[in-house]
């Protein structure tokens, strides 16, 4: 309709300078203790829009700040009062805890009383927040951001599949964050798998492969031990047959390592079995947003009840290999039996995941070989146990419930001497050169149709719809 809109003039560069002067009046300037700073919008713009000097004196301030729940601190004094994190709120996880409180020049961000910001999505305020009002209370005075380097990954923590990125500096995770996906998670994710990275670091982190001789567990090298696994398994199928030795297959595992362990197992006899490892679940799937607590017909954001990354993906291999899926309970009514001699264990869970009984149940075979990275009871009952890499520290890909598969980058090495399962069963192979998650994955997509859309060079960013059918 022939209508002209300026926007570089000087008139509109003068007009941005006085907005940036005004939300400087009443905004502690105190970047050097400001969690956001080096990641702050009004930073960012005041150097890119605002006045070269100041034309009031600074006024001493005072740091006003206020826990507005378990994960969310609020600096009041910091806030611009843009109302995203209000906004969240009511219109993506619908429980409306934050409000806009009193008026005009006082008006300020804050809750109820005895209504705390305690919700599954807390988190994703302080994200959406453009300056340092609201900070992590997991992250707050950590490190500085232009420390953190940042890593493409996927959250392990159910079988959503959200896009994150890994920010860590010194070998050491600092925070996740979520990573726009609008296959995915669009750009939320929920307080669990935000904070759910703590077990990397955990005290009890298997770091040195174990072989039972003797009666005892004793520490060895990896390639002794590599060489007298590869040997016990090769003794075992020739003495019970194929048969008597199942590979169970973890849901934490990446498509690659699963793949490569499977491959392996199917070597040393066609009839080896394999199967499914068990698959947490915890309550019911949690769909935002809620309306006076009632989940949405069409949800916005779910946390599944399904807490592991692959289930999907481990089931895609296994109907091709197997022509069906074995499940983990299974598997210990086939130990009960007798049927069993030899049972390759596969976990990376981040607790313990076998019950007493099952550990009982376990110890029956001739041969019990585990695959894991925290220790536990069931450790000191196995022959063999090879520390692995939790999914922050290893290269890999992952199937989410909808079945978009997805690329997760290193962002850590493994603690000790662990290693990323991968590489264990790459060398278990025998294979040549060194292991790549890459190039495993494009040779599983030529031979095993689920996977056929992933014969790219790179998986996409927003990850690649796996088709059910194909199976």
């Not at 197992?265 to 947490?280: H, I, N, T, Y």
């Not at 070989?369 to 450790?379: F, R």
Request: hydrophobic share 35%; aromatic share 8%; net charge negative.
């Amino acid at each position: 309709d022939g209508t002209v809109v300026v926007t570089n003039s000087e008139k509109v560069k003068e007009n941005r300078r006085a907005v940036e002067e005004y939300l400087l009046l009443d905004h502690p300037v105190d970047c050097p203790i400001c969690d956001r700073a080096g990641e702050c919008y009004l930073q960012d713009y005041y150097y890119e829009h605002g006045r070269g000097e100041r034309r009031d004196l600074p006024q001493p301030f005072s740091s006003r700040h206020k826990d507005l729940g378990p994960e969310v601190t609020l600096f009041v004094d910091r806030c611009v009062m843009c109302s995203r994190c209000v906004r969240f709120t009511r219109e993506i996880s619908g429980t409306g805890e934050l409000q806009v409180v009193n008026r005009g020049n006082h008006a300020e961000i804050d809750v109820f009383p005895g209504f705390p910001i305690d919700n599954k999505l807390s988190g994703n305020v302080v994200d959406l927040c453009p300056v340092g009002a609201l900070c992590s209370r997991d992250f707050l005075y950590k490190q500085r951001v232009w420390f953190l380097q940042s890593h493409r990954s996927v959250c392990a923590g159910c079988s959503s599949g959200c896009s994150i990125s890994i920010q860590g500096n010194h070998g050491t995770i600092y925070r996740l964050k979520p990573r726009h996906n609008p296959n995915a998670n669009d750009w939320w994710m929920c307080d669990e798998g935000r904070l759910g990275y703590q077990y990397i670091s955990s005290p009890d982190r298997l770091t040195t492969p174990q072989r039972r001789t003797g009666g005892a567990l004793h520490d060895a090298e990896w390639p002794e031990l590599i060489a007298a696994l590869r040997s016990d398994l090769t003794e075992t199928v020739r003495r019970h047959g194929g048969r008597g030795l199942v590979g169970v297959l973890s849901p934490m595992l990446g498509c690659e390592e699963a793949y490569l362990l499977a491959k392996y197992l199917k070597s040393l006899a066609p009839d080896v079995r394999l199967a499914l490892g068990r698959v947490p679940v915890v309550g019911t799937d949690d769909a935002y947003p809620k309306t006076r607590g009632i989940p949405p017909a069409t949800p916005k954001f779910v946390i599944h009840a399904e807490k592991c990354p692959n289930r999907r993906g481990i089931e895609g291999l296994l109907m091709y290999l197997e022509r069906g899926i074995m499940s983990f309970d299974a598997v210990l009514s086939e130990v009960n039996s007798g049927s069993v001699k030899a049972v390759l264990l596969t976990g990376g869970y981040p607790a313990p995941w076998l019950a007493p009984p099952e550990i009982d149940t376990l110890t029956k075979p001739e041969l019990v070989v585990l695959v894991d990275i925290l220790g536990s009871a069931a450790t000191e009952n196995a022959d063999y146990v090879l520390p692995g890499a939790a999914w922050a520290e290893k290269d890999g890909s992952y199937v989410n419930c909808e079945g978009l598969l997805q690329a997760s980058e290193r962002a850590v090495r493994p603690p000790g001497q662990a290693r990323a399962e991968g590489r264990i069963f790459w060398e278990m192979a025998g294979r040549p050169r060194l292991y790549h998650a890459g190039d495993v994955l494009r040779e599983l997509a030529a031979e095993v149709p689920y996977f056929a859309d992933c014969a790219e060079a790179e998986v996409p960013e927003h990850g690649v719809r796996l088709a059910w059918g194909e199976l």
